[in-house]
């Protein structure tokens, strides 16, 4: 089974910084009964930045870190620790980490995407090799950020089919209320397709970039794209192994439908959209359904904007204007703004080369 598995700030560092290294440990040992399962573990983890405070007040006596750039040197202060500690912990039980530094522009293109792809299958294929994948903050820009981990995993997820992504955070699942609220209980199972989603408390930890809403919009998408998520506490005893043996620890967000490598790519592709084009109110109901293939025809577009040409990636807007979904061009806005409204035109974006957020949709 192929797993990828993101471990949240909160979850490893102490609020001084300090690396939390029972709960680290514990995180390795459990891959590595993973791995000597035969199971394809990639890990995504979170710290860098929150360790390179500490590195900072140690050697530099201050605490910063409010600017994009001051945020890049404790990246590239906290970095080196947080490996460090990987490969010690790693090599008790035969297992070398291998990282991976990336940011959005690394998924920007098709071909990107597929070169960190065949990198991480070389990887996988090495037994005895573990993955942990961060963002590049020490060079990411703020237009380049991902909104956050969270984030990073589900294209990580994407990339390699993944069966599952375990979110490891501090906090135990989804709750139905406000996680401080004593009345608030888990929700251990949510079945969009039966159910819908539910709503959650928009708080995020003190260290990290995400919160709740971001693991749930991640296992949106991902249940979107087949793959099972689970959100679960790192502190609960043995945490991945009893996900993996079913103990219904945490969430689980059900998958709905399998969906191609090319619309993972699609649905995951983290900017480089070159345009926007904007569907009728007949169309949106049809895609609203669901229950139809259906690709985008000039006569149910209103509105085309930007520069794109064939190939490119652009967005799908609702008539109201809210993006509800992304695809490739099979030929340029120009030709496209010479057949919008018309019949008997052929289709700008292919039902195989296109994605459409159903969570979005208005």
């Not at 995993?153 to 406000?178: C, E, M, P």
């Not at 991640?218 to 043995?238: D, P």
Request: charged residues 25%; glycine residues 10%.
């Amino acid at each position: 089974m192929k797993i990828v598995i993101k471990i949240g700030t909160q979850a490893i560092l102490a609020p001084d910084g300090t690396l939390l290294r029972r709960a680290l440990s514990s995180l390795v040992r459990q891959v590595a009964a993973l791995a000597k399962d035969a199971h394809d573990v990639a890990l995504v983890s979170s710290g860098a930045v929150g360790s390179g405070r500490r590195v900072a007040r140690e050697t530099l006596g201050q605490d910063f870190g409010s600017t994009i750039g001051e945020k890049q040197v404790l990246a590239s202060l906290g970095q080196p620790q947080l490996m460090q500690t990987y490969s010690r912990l790693f090599k008790p039980h035969g297992l070398s980490p291998a990282q991976l530094l990336l940011t959005k522009q690394d998924f920007q293109t098709r071909q990107h995407y597929l070169n960190i792809a065949r990198l991480l299958r070389e990887i996988l294929a090495h037994k005895k090799i573990i993955p942990v994948i961060n963002e590049n903050d020490s060079v990411s820009v703020e237009e380049l950020m991902f909104t956050d981990n969270d984030e990073l995993s589900g294209l990580i997820a994407a990339q390699i089919n993944a069966d599952k992504l375990i979110i490891l955070t501090s906090v135990k699942g989804v709750y139905d209320g406000a996680p401080d609220d004593p009345s608030s209980k888990v929700i251990p199972v949510i079945d969009a397709e039966k159910d819908g989603w539910p709503q959650v408390s928009t708080a995020r930890t003190a260290q990290g970039r995400g919160g709740m809403v971001s693991k749930l919009g991640t296992a949106r998408r991902m249940s979107e794209l087949g793959i099972t998520t689970h959100i679960a506490a790192l502190s609960e005893k043995n945490a991945l192994l009893r996900i993996m043996k079913g103990d219904g620890i945490g969430t689980t967000v059900l998958p709905a439908r399998k969906k191609s490598n090319i619309k993972k790519w699609i649905a995951f592709s983290a900017g480089g959209k070159n345009g926007v084009v904007q569907i009728n109110a007949p169309l949106l109901e049809i895609l609203k359904e669901n229950k139809r293939v259906v690709s985008l025809l000039p006569v149910g577009i209103t509105k085309c904007s930007g520069d794109f040409e064939k190939g490119d990636l652009v967005e799908i807007a609702a008539p109201g204007g809210k993006k509800i979904g992304v695809g490739i061009a099979r030929y340029g806005a120009e030709k496209l703004r010479e057949y919008i409204g018309q019949k008997g035109k052929p289709a700008v974006i292919h039902y195989d080369h296109l994605h459409i957020r159903t969570g979005d949709l208005p």
